[in-house]
């Protein structure tokens, strides 16, 4: 599959965000991954669907949005209607919620005509969502605990990679997207492709790069 890099707009200069983007498309990146934390779920507050509403008409890339929220299910309209090309939400957010919470939300972002994706921290086994994968247009893996950008990538995320690629082509879905996100650089990029990854979120190796079209297409070399 082809490599993919999803620039993580988390480590951007939110009084210049409208830039950061325009300039991500010109470096090279695929997809903008919207990080939405909510202070509950991770501790940090970053935005809500306003940002992805004015940043939509500035790329024509993907939104790819991350929600780090309780209660998922209650934000999808905002994020579809803000132009949200994919919603991933979190496993451990769905789980707290008993009655196939987890299958409702996936299903209810695909009634707004986008993708879906179910996200795992580092200490949730991917096994947890393998009954999901039917519906899932991508399964997106934790390399770090969520909510800062700038940690170390957790070697344990490679596994997790493998098990759930292995899955993916076992039961007929090997089109699926296989997302990582946390501490991805040029330096692992190979290694978590090799282990079944097809789209790599970058925040900080982008941003904190002397030059980003070089950060970007090292990563997906
Ligand atoms: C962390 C976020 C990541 C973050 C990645 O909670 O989900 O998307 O921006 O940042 P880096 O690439 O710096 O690890
Ligand atoms: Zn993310």
Redesign the pocket.
């Known amino acids: 599959m082809n490599i993919k890099i999803?620039a993580?707009?988390?480590?951007a200069d939110f009084s210049q965000m409208g830039e950061a983007v325009k300039k991500l498309e010109r470096a090279g990146a695929d997809i903008i991954?919207c990080?939405v934390?909510d202070g509950s779920f991770?501790q940090p507050i970053t935005f809500g669907g306003q940002m992805v509403k004015n940043i939509r008409p500035l790329t024509k890339l993907p939104l790819d949005v991350?929600l780090?929220t309780e209660h998922p299910k209650t934000q999808i309209k905002f994020f579809a209607e803000a132009g949200a090309d994919i919603i991933t939400v979190h496993y451990e957010a769905c789980s707290k919620i008993s009655g196939g919470y987890l299958r409702e939300t996936l299903l209810l972002i695909k009634s707004y005509g986008i993708k879906c994706g179910v996200v795992v921290n580092p200490d949730t086994d991917v096994e947890k969502v393998f009954d999901v994968f039917d519906i899932c247009d991508m399964l997106l893996v934790?390399?770090?605990?969520?909510?800062?950008?700038?940690?170390k990538?957790m070697p344990s995320a490679m596994e997790q990679l493998k098990k759930a690629r292995a899955r993916a082509l076992s039961v007929g879905r090997g089109d699926m997207d296989i997302e990582v996100?946390?501490?991805?650089?040029a330096e692992n990029a190979a290694s978590v492709a090799a282990a079944g990854a097809n789209v790599l979120?970058?925040?900080?190796?982008?941003?904190r790069s002397a030059d980003m079209a070089v950060a970007i297409s090292a990563m997906r070399g």
């Not at 996100?181 to 650089?185: K, N, P, R």
């Not at 979120?201 to 941003?207: C, D, E, M, N, P």
């Open positions: 999803a993580s707009i988390l480590s991954h990080d934390m991770v991350h780090m934790m390399s770090v605990f969520p909510g800062y950008g700038g940690q990538f996100d946390g501490g991805i650089s979120v970058a925040g900080s190796s982008i941003f």
